[in-house]
């Protein structure tokens, strides 16, 4: 085996599971051996869980935001260790990925080189292959842990030898059994806005969800979260009370209105704030005296404002603008019902200026309940721009990346049927539903749109580009512009971004 980051990719690739697997796991529950597992995993690389303790951690979890308020609190910080002064290098450790692997683990807000990837990667696997030749056990796959487990290993040992004094570590799934619940002493913990998600392996409910969210808050760390479903709310609080641990609710922070945030969109704003609190009491625990005691309601110092203004995380409520050709991207990698509507009242608010532009949807989601989906995300649009038919064409495609080379590599996903994928089973089924909820009897209703929505179903994201650029080359003719809202899952968003990247090169 090589050892560059194709090579760590393409071994890293052979610990997903199958789908079939996936789904047995769905159907029997949340592992709740997965911790003492996790435990195992880390001492056969040599560590034990106080070892991450020089971390000092700010762990996130929730259901919608969790990412970006990471992202918020990473940038933030990042503005700090600027000056060297007590915080050097800020870690963050997000999942999934859009483009690249080596977005998960960044320093300083830019991801890992592939260079140091390949390295850090092939250091964790010859202390696994190590510790499993000692044990008198296989060094094959068996000896390492999934997929995902192995990329938080890999990311406390980065930090730990790259020298990082902070690290944001946002959680998988759930948290009471999410692998990276292994920290100990977390500085503080934040829980973003909660909403049914993953059911089938935390709950169905938003009781039996906050349950799990809140396993990550720990004795001695300030917990955090904003305004929550009553149920959720007083789950949370139990917890809290159950664990010796003061947990604060946080509102919209008074200035949050005055600062152009670098993550669009109105309900960042509670993200941001959420960011905004925990970045300051971590501040404060670390030692740093010139940071206002009730940052709630004080100025914010200039730091901050910085961190807030300057944060970036691709595929969040995105903007990309192609002015040959008159078309304008909407990218919003929204995968729950919750976020999906978010998603949709954003787009609508960016087409107030726009109004005799064409409006396309670009949609997938290959695991979720994605006909309940589409519906959600049409009668949030319709409501929104009082249009019967929202989109002159709709486009509903597969994950795949390109047409002739498949997935790019660090986009391959072995957690969906293959045959479901091969046949376009989904996408047809949503084109299905979509017909269905705007009705053929309905092409004259108020508000609808001249002729019957064009609902297509594509193998690649690269073919529904394709019929976006086509739709272009045509509408800039008749001097209308195209707007494009893609969204259902990031890893179409991340397999689009990827499309859009070679297309440009070309």
């Given at each position: 085996?090589?050892?560059?980051?194709?090579?760590?990719?393409?071994?890293?690739?052979?610990?997903?599971?199958?789908?079939?697997?996936?789904?047995?796991?769905?159907?029997?529950?949340?592992?709740?051996?997965?911790?003492?597992?996790?435990?195992?995993?880390?001492?056969?690389?040599?560590?034990?869980?106080?070892?991450?303790d020089p971390l000092n951690a700010i762990h996130i979890a929730g259901t919608k935001g969790k990412g970006s308020t990471s992202a918020f609190i990473s940038s933030i910080l990042?503005?700090?260790?600027?000056?060297?002064?007590?915080?050097?290098?800020?870690?963050?450790?997000?999942?999934?990925?859009?483009?690249s692997v080596r977005e998960r683990i960044k320093i300083n807000d830019e991801p890992l080189s592939e260079e140091a990837f390949a390295r850090h990667f092939f250091s964790v696997?010859?202390?696994?292959?190590?510790?499993?030749?000692?044990?008198?056990?296989?060094?094959?796959?068996?000896?390492?842990?999934?997929?995902?487990?192995?990329?938080?290993?890999?990311?406390?040992?980065?930090?730990?030898?790259?020298?990082?004094?902070?690290?944001?570590?946002?959680?998988?799934?759930?948290?009471?059994?999410?692998?990276?619940?292994?920290?100990?002493?977390?500085?503080?913990?934040?829980?973003?806005?909660?909403?049914?998600?993953?059911?089938?392996?935390?709950?169905?409910?938003?009781?039996?969800?906050?349950?799990?969210?809140?396993?990550?808050?720990?004795?001695?760390?300030?917990?955090?979260?904003?305004?929550?479903?009553?149920?959720?709310?007083?789950?949370?609080?139990?917890?809290?009370?159950?664990?010796?641990?003061?947990?604060?609710?946080?509102?919209?922070?008074?200035?949050?209105?005055?600062?152009?945030?670098?993550?669009?969109?109105?309900?960042?704003?509670?993200?941001?704030?959420?960011?905004?609190?925990?970045?300051?009491?971590?501040?404060?625990?670390?030692?740093?005296?010139?940071?206002?005691?009730?940052?709630?309601?004080?100025?914010?110092?200039?730091?901050?404002?910085?961190?807030?203004?300057?944060?970036?995380?691709?595929?969040?409520?995105?903007?990309?603008?192609?002015?040959?050709?008159?078309?304008?991207?909407?990218?919003?990698?929204?995968?729950?019902?919750?976020?999906?509507?978010?998603?949709?009242?954003?787009?609508?608010?960016?087409?107030?200026?726009?109004?005799?532009?064409?409006?396309?949807?670009?949609?997938?989601?290959?695991?979720?309940?994605?006909?309940?989906?589409?519906?959600?995300?049409?009668?949030?649009?319709?409501?929104?721009?009082?249009?019967?038919?929202?989109?002159?064409?709709?486009?509903?495609?597969?994950?795949?990346?390109?047409?002739?080379?498949?997935?790019?590599?660090?986009?391959?996903?072995?957690?969906?049927?293959?045959?479901?994928?091969?046949?376009?089973?989904?996408?047809?089924?949503?084109?299905?539903?979509?017909?269905?909820?705007?009705?053929?009897?309905?092409?004259?209703?108020?508000?609808?749109?001249?002729?019957?929505?064009?609902?297509?179903?594509?193998?690649?994201?690269?073919?529904?580009?394709?019929?976006?650029?086509?739709?272009?080359?045509?509408?800039?003719?008749?001097?209308?512009?195209?707007?494009?809202?893609?969204?259902?899952?990031?890893?179409?968003?991340?397999?689009?971004?990827?499309?859009?990247?070679?297309?440009?090169?070309?």
């Amino acid at each position: 085996m090589g050892r560059n980051y194709q090579d760590a990719i393409a071994a890293l690739n052979t610990l997903q599971s199958n789908y079939a697997t996936v789904k047995a796991v769905r159907t029997s529950g949340q592992n709740k051996e997965a911790i003492p597992e996790m435990v195992e995993w880390c001492r056969r690389a040599g560590y034990e869980p106080a070892d991450f303790d020089p971390l000092n951690a700010i762990h996130i979890a929730g259901t919608k935001g969790k990412g970006s308020t990471s992202a918020f609190i990473s940038s933030i910080l990042s503005q700090y260790g600027q000056s060297r002064r007590i915080i050097r290098k800020t870690g963050l450790y997000t999942s999934p990925h859009l483009r690249s692997v080596r977005e998960r683990i960044k320093i300083n807000d830019e991801p890992l080189s592939e260079e140091a990837f390949a390295r850090h990667f092939f250091s964790v696997w010859d202390r696994l292959e190590e510790a499993a030749r000692k044990a008198g056990l296989p060094t094959d796959v068996s000896s390492k842990p999934a997929y995902f487990k192995y990329l938080t290993l890999m990311a406390f040992q980065t930090y730990l030898e790259e020298g990082v004094d902070t690290a944001v570590i946002e959680t998988g799934i759930g948290g009471e059994y999410d692998s990276t619940n292994i920290l100990l002493h977390p500085t503080a913990v934040g829980i973003t806005s909660l909403g049914i998600d993953h059911a089938a392996l935390l709950g169905n409910t938003i009781e039996e969800i906050a349950w799990q969210k809140a396993g990550i808050m720990k004795p001695g760390a300030l917990a955090f979260t904003v305004p929550q479903p009553a149920g959720a709310m007083e789950v949370l609080q139990r917890r809290a009370e159950e664990k010796g641990v003061t947990l604060e609710v946080v509102q919209r922070h008074p200035e949050i209105d005055k600062i152009p945030l670098g993550l669009a969109g109105d309900f960042q704003k509670t993200n941001a704030s959420l960011a905004i609190v925990i970045a300051a009491s971590h501040l404060h625990r670390l030692g740093y005296e010139d940071i206002p005691a009730d940052i709630t309601t004080a100025q914010l110092p200039g730091p901050f404002r910085l961190g807030l203004r300057h944060v970036q995380f691709e595929g969040r409520c995105q903007i990309i603008s192609e002015l040959d050709n008159k078309t304008t991207w909407y990218i919003d990698g929204a995968h729950t019902a919750e976020s999906v509507a978010l998603a949709g009242k954003w787009y609508a608010t960016q087409q107030e200026s726009a109004p005799s532009s064409k409006r396309i949807l670009i949609f997938n989601q290959q695991t979720r309940d994605a006909p309940s989906l589409a519906r959600t995300l049409h009668q949030t649009l319709q409501d929104a721009l009082k249009a019967h038919r929202p989109f002159s064409h709709v486009l509903f495609c597969t994950n795949v990346t390109f047409k002739s080379a498949g997935y790019k590599p660090d986009l391959v996903s072995m957690n969906a049927n293959d045959r479901d994928v091969e046949d376009v089973t989904v996408q047809n089924d949503l084109a299905r539903a979509w017909r269905e909820i705007e009705g053929e009897e309905d092409v004259h209703a108020k508000g609808s749109l001249a002729r019957p929505t064009d609902v297509r179903v594509t193998r690649t994201i690269e073919e529904a580009v394709e019929v976006v650029r086509a739709l272009a080359r045509d509408e800039v003719e008749n001097g209308k512009e195209l707007k494009v809202l893609v969204t259902g899952s990031l890893h179409l968003v991340g397999g689009l971004l990827e499309v859009l990247d070679v297309d440009r090169i070309d």
